[in-house]
T-cell receptor, first 113, second 113 residues
Framework: DTGVSQDPRHKITKRGQNVTFRCDPI?????LYWYRQTLGQGPEFLTY????????KSRLLSDRFSAERPKGSFSTLEIQRTEQGDSAMYLC???????????FGQGTRLTVV | QKEVEQNSGPLSVPEGAIASLNCTYS??????FFWYRQYSGKSPELIMF????GDKEDGRFTAQLNKASQYVSLLIRDSQPSDSATYLC?????????????FGAGTQVVVTP
């Protein structure tokens, strides 16, 4: 499978715990994007990387959120001290040089109980 | 005020009929416009993109763009039950970043046999 891959697909965690999600983009894509989608809403942009550089962060990305792409390949999104409001689908997408369509992964559904 | 507006639906369409979906956006500097389809519990998949005023056709789908009116639409001809999904309109403001998108909340389409 050469598409965007996300892991895990589902995560249930207790409030206050830390969680980490992983995204593997399409191999030749140098740009990687994170989005969050809540029920009944469209995806909301969180942050994006070009290679290993994080170029932009949305104000939605509070201090509890951190994203990395250490070698310009896979990326991780960590949420510290999770809150019930963090429950959402976290989507990853990738593009080549920013000029191709964004391909989305299957998403990680987070439930904070 | 939301920057990308769509009617939430549901839009009920008889099988074989034309489904018409509308989207308005607030940023006049928007460069490219995308329609994504999202099945329940799945990630968005790109149907079409358009960046010039006028119509663009791809199979049963036609996207229409009117930048002066800040309006983009999607027509689905010969609607099939498999077209039942949520359709997300997305707008990109940066010429070099098709992956950084602002999404509407989506219009749910239900095709009835």
């Amino acid at each position: 499978d050469t598409g965007v891959s996300q892991d895990p697909r589902h995560k249930i965690t207790k409030r206050g715990q830390n969680v980490t999600f992983r995204c593997d983009p399409i191999s030749e894509h140098n740009r990687l994007y994170w989005y969050r989608q809540t029920l009944g809403q469209g995806p909301e942009f969180l942050t994006y990387f070009q290679n290993e550089a994080q170029l932009e962060k949305s104000r939605l990305l509070s201090d509890r959120f951190s994203a990395e792409r250490p070698k310009g390949s896979f990326s991780t999104l960590e949420i510290q001290r999770t809150e019930q409001g963090d429950s959402a689908m976290y989507l990853c997408a990738s593009t080549l040089q920013g000029y191709t369509e964004a391909f989305f992964g299957q998403g990680t559904r987070l439930t904070v109980v | 005020q939301k920057e990308v507006e769509q009617n939430s639906g549901p839009l009920s369409v008889p099988e074989g009929a034309i489904a018409s979906l509308n989207c308005t956006y607030s940023d006049r500097g928007s460069q490219s416009f995308f329609w994504y389809r999202q099945y329940s519990g799945k990630s968005p998949e790109l149907i079409m993109f358009i960046y010039s005023n006028g119509d663009k056709e791809d199979g049963r789908f036609t996207a229409q763009l009117n930048k002066a009116s800040q309006y983009v639409s999607l027509l689905i001809r010969d609607s099939q039950p498999s077209d039942s999904a949520t359709y997300l309109c997305a707008v990109n403001g940066a010429a070099d970043s098709w992956g950084k998108l602002q999404f509407g909340a989506g219009t749910q389409v239900v095709v009835t046999p």
